[in-house]
């Protein structure tokens, strides 16, 4: 329950006022999400429409092993362990915007996990 709805119901309480006004909205209903997935013909033309570009690498990374734009932009070469086969995930990046549109870059760490087989 919300701080205003708790609020409104202690007023209640005391006879401030009749009712509650937040115990009759009336909520948006929970939509279902589905996930679209490229098939696999689909994923070789994108990957033949980014070849030789600066963006093919993030390509690979997204379309063969699942990471996010953020993961991708955290990796960093310590993360990446060709001796092993093992590409760790410590870093991401995300973007905040202030009011004034200015763009802001921000680490965080989530989990850490590795990709085995990576190459």
């Given at each position: 329950?919300?701080?205003?709805?708790?609020?409104?119901?202690?007023?209640?309480?005391?006879?401030?006022?009749?009712?509650?006004?937040?115990?009759?909205?009336?909520?948006?209903?929970?939509?279902?999400?589905?996930?679209?997935?490229?098939?696999?013909?689909?994923?070789?033309?994108?990957?033949?429409?980014?070849?030789?570009?600066?963006?093919?690498?993030?390509?690979?990374?997204?379309?063969?092993?699942?990471?996010r734009r953020g993961e991708i932009l955290g990796l960093q070469w310590n993360d990446v362990?060709?001796?092993?086969?093992?590409?760790?995930?410590?870093?991401?990046?995300?973007?905040?915007?202030?009011?004034?549109?200015?763009?802001?870059?921000?680490?965080?760490?989530?989990?850490?996990?590795?990709?085995?087989?990576?190459?």
């Open positions: 329950m919300s701080n205003i709805s708790k609020a409104l119901d202690f007023a209640v309480k005391r006879k401030m006022i009749p009712a509650n006004p937040c115990r009759y909205i009336d909520y948006p209903k929970d939509v279902k999400y589905v996930g679209r997935f490229l098939t696999v013909s689909q994923i070789e033309k994108l990957l033949q429409a980014v070849r030789g570009t600066r963006v093919e690498t993030a390509f690979i990374l997204a379309s063969h092993y699942g990471l362990d060709l001796e092993n086969d093992v590409l760790w995930i410590r870093n991401t990046r995300i973007r905040i915007f202030n009011q004034h549109r200015k763009v802001y870059e921000k680490r965080r760490k989530p989990p850490c996990h590795a990709i085995d087989g990576m190459c």
